[in-house]
């Protein structure tokens, strides 16, 4: 059983002294912030158990500000990582005291996305949410926004023009990734697939013209077969798979540009053999490690969430102490990449 951390152990991580640390923990005067934030991060580093305490005690004159999270898919892995990584990053603020009230949808129907919107309505400062481009989240964004509270589109864009920021993937340039992967991966030219969850995810419309553009303009020997519509739902991207393999003996290459994933993965695992083919999905989950190890996907393009949540936190601070910008904008985060040759494969 490993030994739990002393305060000893607390200061000489935070670079400071066994007083210092003292000083935190019991809440007296004459501490700067700085150093009780710089003893707050090493308490958590090495897992020191007071840490909450001296959260409680940084963030006790802070104001609070309650992020509304509007995630899909509440038992899939990837958003549950979302939903824990945005946890974290709350945690972590010093400036404020961050609440996360986070909501999950199960059908991802523009009805039930703009009701949740709505819900959130009196309830929190600010809302983050994934979800698709359609009018009546625009109008629930609309409304929202009336009422004085900034809307974030996470992961794919929607309600431009109306919501506070983009957060993300350049999207265009992540299915240009893609392509190139593919066309740099694959042994000759061939048929090349793509599937998306449906016409109205922006950032899959905008992967699949990026995908397009560079298969056009710097691989044409490649043909592109008809995007096909999985839906987000495992089995019938695995029943579509197993039919562009049966049919297409020359299949060099295919992209799961959203979910649904699994079922590509699984079809490719039964019906080809390790590095036949050119397989590229988005984001890390268990099944994609696995695909990589066992070599039937080639190349994962993964969000950078931590990033987009810390970023996103700073921005609802500005929007609290500032105001809502007047133009929305956007921000473009790099995808990561990973590969069967990538560090935590080993």
Same mark, same amino acid.
């Given at each position: 059983?490993?030994?739990?951390?002393?305060?000893?152990?607390?200061?000489?991580?935070?670079?400071?002294?066994?007083?210092?640390?003292?000083?935190?923990?019991?809440?007296?005067?004459?501490?700067?912030?700085?150093?009780?934030?710089?003893?707050?991060?090493?308490?958590?580093?090495?897992?020191?158990?007071?840490?909450?305490?001296?959260?409680?005690?940084?963030?006790?004159?802070?104001?609070?500000?309650?992020?509304?999270?509007?995630?899909?898919?509440?038992?899939?892995?990837?958003?549950?990582?979302?939903?824990?990584?945005?946890?974290?990053?709350?945690?972590?603020?010093?400036?404020?005291?961050?609440?996360?009230?986070?909501?999950?949808?199960?059908?991802?129907?523009?009805?039930?996305?703009?009701?949740?919107?709505?819900?959130?309505?009196?309830?929190?400062?600010?809302?983050?949410?994934?979800?698709?481009?359609?009018?009546?989240?625009?109008?629930?964004?609309?409304?929202?926004?009336?009422?004085?509270?900034?809307?974030?589109?996470?992961?794919?864009?929607?309600?431009?023009?109306?919501?506070?920021?983009?957060?993300?993937?350049?999207? *265009?340039? =992540?299915?240009?990734?893609?392509?190139?992967?593919? %066309? #740099? !991966?694959?042994?000759?030219?061939?048929? $090349?697939? /793509?599937?998306?969850?449906?016409?109205?995810?922006?950032?899959?419309?905008?992967?699949?013209?990026?995908?397009?553009?560079?298969?056009?303009?710097?691989?044409?020997?490649?043909?592109?077969?008809?995007?096909?519509?999985?839906?987000?739902?495992?089995?019938?991207?695995?029943?579509?798979?197993?039919?562009?393999?049966?049919?297409?003996?020359?299949?060099?290459?295919?992209?799961?540009?959203?979910?649904?994933?699994?079922?590509?993965?699984?079809?490719?695992?039964?019906?080809?053999?390790?590095?036949?083919?050119? *397989?590229? =999905?988005?984001?890390?989950?268990?099944?994609?490690? %696995? #695909? !990589?190890?066992?070599?039937?996907?080639? $190349?994962? /393009?993964?969000?950078?969430?931590?990033?987009?949540?810390?970023?996103?936190?700073?921005?609802?601070?500005?929007?609290?102490?500032?105001?809502?910008?007047?133009?929305?904008?956007?921000?473009?985060?790099?995808?990561?990449?990973?590969?069967?040759?990538?560090?935590?494969?080993?």
């Amino acid at each position: 059983m490993s030994r739990r951390p002393t305060i000893a152990d607390l200061a000489r991580a935070a670079g400071v002294s066994t007083a210092t640390v003292d000083r935190v923990l019991n809440g007296r005067q004459n501490v700067r912030e700085e150093t009780v934030r710089r003893v707050h991060q090493a308490a958590g580093e090495i897992g020191y158990h007071g840490a909450n305490v001296i959260r409680q005690r940084m963030l006790a004159d802070k104001a609070e500000l309650r992020l509304g999270l509007l995630l899909q898919k509440p038992r899939h892995a990837f958003y549950q990582d979302v939903q824990a990584i945005f946890e974290t990053q709350a945690r972590a603020c010093t400036q404020r005291r961050i609440e996360i009230m986070t909501r999950f949808t199960e059908t991802g129907q523009p009805g039930e996305i703009s009701d949740i919107l709505r819900g959130f309505r009196g309830r929190v400062h600010a809302v983050a949410a994934t979800g698709i481009d359609h009018h009546l989240v625009t109008q629930a964004v609309q409304e929202l926004r009336g009422a004085g509270v900034p809307v974030y589109s996470l992961l794919s864009d929607f309600a431009q023009g109306v919501r506070e920021n983009y957060l993300g993937t350049n999207n *265009l340039k =992540v299915g240009r990734i893609a392509g190139w992967f593919i %066309a #740099g !991966l694959s042994k000759r030219p061939g048929k $090349v697939a /793509l599937f998306i969850g449906g016409s109205r995810y922006h950032g899959h419309e905008l992967r699949e013209t990026g995908f397009r553009s560079f298969f056009r303009q710097s691989a044409p020997a490649f043909q592109l077969l008809d995007t096909q519509i999985n839906l987000e739902t495992r089995q019938l991207t695995y029943e579509a798979t197993v039919n562009l393999l049966s049919r297409h003996d020359d299949l060099v290459g295919l992209y799961c540009a959203g979910g649904g994933m699994e079922g590509a993965i699984e079809a490719v695992r039964e019906l080809r053999k390790p590095g036949d083919m050119v *397989l590229i =999905v988005n984001e890390l989950t268990p099944e994609s490690r %696995a #695909g !990589l190890q066992d070599q039937t996907l080639s $190349v994962v /393009l993964s969000t950078p969430v931590q990033q987009i949540a810390d970023d996103l936190i700073g921005m609802i601070i500005a929007a609290s102490d500032k105001g809502m910008a007047e133009t929305p904008g956007q921000r473009f985060f790099p995808p990561q990449v990973w590969t069967p040759e990538s560090e935590f494969m080993r």
